[in-house]
């Protein structure tokens, strides 16, 4: 039995989807437009904590399975990207979420809002990494345009925002994040004061290249261009937190377009008119990063070889 998979798109869902698929013995290959480097999951903030994702209860249990495997490698000392930093949700409560809070270890709930230890990680690093542990597992990474879903005995599909056109799915959206790099003044946790009813939001995360500063929620926003306008108001917002944002030197303007999804993350199996296996992982919003790995050994999981899915 042919039991190659192709997994289109290169971002941290694709590459992650990959490793499962390749670790368990699969042959994959990885078809991207463009390498992670040049991808949104390059841009993003990266803190774990599942933001702006739908379903909320499978998304808590995919959560879960990536807070454990972040902590494994946080703890292992490898070259991941992946820490363990401190910070704080101002506001937040503990019952405005759902019970995977319950095995956050740590977290706290106090009057400024809930603090925990969470992984947080440097993303240009961390799909270096995981790119590496592809190749070392056998797997290979091909960039080429596609344009349209292969009809290959198994896919899987990580395309975010491109299922858009690529499935196509109407419900594929775009939620637009700008975020300024700055040197770092000395500020060692992360803080979040996020506006879910909003298009800008505050934060800020500690990161080896610098301070990270957050940002917007611009929702049907394909602009990939930094505002300069938006930057300073970003700016403005992290430093009325900590004072010394507003003298930090600018190092850097980044915008990712978060593929966010009406009905939610599709981790879904299907079969294609030719009789091959079609399996989407798309739609994470803005915590593709959070719930990764969890999508990934579901995905990895319905990819699976079987009887009723005979391979040609």
Request: aromatic share 6%; net charge negative; proline share 7%.
């Amino acid at each position: 039995m042919n039991s190659d998979v192709i997994v289109v798109g290169g971002g941290v869902i694709g590459l992650t989807t990959a490793i499962v698929l390749a670790e368990s013995g699969r042959q994959v290959r990885v078809w991207c437009g463009q390498r992670a480097a040049e991808s949104t999951s390059a841009v993003a903030g990266a803190l774990w904590w599942p933001y702006r994702i739908e379903p909320e209860e499978r998304a808590g249990a995919w959560s879960l399975v990536s807070l454990r495997v972040y902590t494994e490698l946080a703890a292992d000392l490898l070259e991941s990207g992946v820490r363990l930093v401190d910070g704080l949700h101002a506001g937040a409560r503990l019952d405005g979420f759902g019970p995977w809070t319950a095995q956050v270890a740590g977290i706290t709930e106090g009057p400024e809002g809930v603090r925990a230890r969470l992984p947080l990680i440097d993303m240009p690093a961390h799909l270096r990494w995981l790119e590496q542990r592809l190749e070392k597992a056998g797997g290979t990474i091909e960039t080429r345009q596609v344009e349209r879903l292969p009809d290959a005995p198994y896919v899987v599909n990580c395309t975010g925002t491109g299922a858009r056109d690529l499935v196509p799915d109407p419900q594929v959206r775009s939620i637009r994040g700008q975020l300024v790099v700055v040197e770092n003044p000395g500020i060692h946790d992360w803080y979040t004061s996020v506006e879910h009813a909003g298009e800008e939001t505050t934060y800020f995360m500690p990161q080896p290249y610098g301070l990270l500063l957050g940002g917007t929620a611009q929702e049907d926003d394909w602009n990939p261009v930094p505002d300069p306008a938006t930057a300073t108001r970003i700016i403005e917002r992290c430093a009325r937190i900590r004072p010394e944002i507003a003298n930090a030197r600018v190092l850097a303007h980044r915008v990712g377009l978060r593929p966010a999804r009406d009905s939610g993350v599709r981790v879904e199996r299907e079969l294609t008119p030719s009789g091959g296996v079609l399996v989407h992982n798309y739609g994470h919003g803005g915590a593709g990063v959070t719930v990764a790995w969890g999508c990934a050994e579901e995905a990895a999981a319905l990819a699976a070889p079987s009887s009723a899915h005979p391979s040609r």
